[in-house]
């Protein structure tokens, strides 16, 4: 599969953001989405990838009541060119057995996916409680 | 070596006394600047006091993100004088990936 690119990239720099926690309960979805968001918008390359609970955020059919729908910003930010990853042990043991249960975009891989993405001098910033 | 600090932890939650330690390792050689964001922001209170937070502040760039204070009813006049309010994410961001050579998050 080809990497999606971000069409307002004007460089190669990378930030990878890992996130650990589900959503909502924690802020933490919230700030790697304002995070990533922003990071696309400037022009420069955005990785997450989703270890831990933060598999539970790009799940399918989503009905919050009183918050906006994770993965809602999910999509968005893949339609901006940004690379998910999911951690495949974590999503397994949460029941993801297959891509089927995330929205369309969100690849279900190795953690060593996440241990290439580290050792690329890119700028890493991990969020979870 | 110009460090990043990004601290999403208030006092009261695990994670803050490790950021305490972890900047004390850099202070004195390194620059240093700090992100509070999300529940961070609820270091930047005068109310808050605590000597290892205050030295790091004074030695470092320390910023806070505007709207996470607003979210949680914190006024402009309740923060501590030295801390520069960030509107936008894209401040951080920028500094994360064309400033810093390291960045850590807690």
Redesign the interface.
């Known amino acids: 599969m080809t990497t999606p690119l971000n069409e307002n990239r004007s460089n190669e720099e990378t930030m990878v953001i890992v996130l650990l926690d589900g959503p909502y309960i924690s802020q933490y979805a919230d700030i790697g989405y304002k995070m990533a968001k922003s990071a696309l918008n400037l022009g420069y390359v955005v990785k997450i990838f989703l270890y831990m609970d933060g598999v539970h955020i790009p799940r399918k059919d989503q009905n919050p009541r009183d918050f906006p729908k994770t993965s809602r910003i999910i999509e968005e930010l893949i339609e901006k060119g940004c690379e998910i990853k999911a951690c495949v042990r974590c999503a397994a043991a949460r029941g993801y057995l297959d891509q089927s249960h995330y929205v369309k975009g969100v690849q279900i891989t190795s953690v060593y996916d996440l241990a290439e993405w580290m050792d690329e001098n890119n700028k890493v910033v991990i969020l979870g409680s | 070596m110009h460090i990043g600090f990004?601290l999403?932890k208030s006092p009261s939650?695990?994670?803050f006394r490790t950021f305490i330690d972890f900047s004390k390792l850099y202070i004195n050689n390194d620059q240093i600047s700090i992100y509070l964001?999300?529940?961070g922001v609820y270091c930047a209170r005068k109310s808050y006091s605590n000597p290892d937070l205050e030295k790091l502040f004074k030695y470092s760039k320390a910023h806070v993100s505007g709207s996470d204070l607003k979210a949680r009813g914190i006024e402009g006049e309740q923060i501590k004088d030295s801390l520069i309010v960030f509107s936008?994410?894209?401040d951080?961001?920028?500094d994360?990936?064309?400033n810093?050579n390291q960045?850590v998050?807690f």
Do not use: A, L, P, W
């Open positions: 990004i999403t939650e695990q994670g964001v999300g529940n936008k994410y894209d951080m961001v920028k994360v990936m064309e810093f960045v998050s």
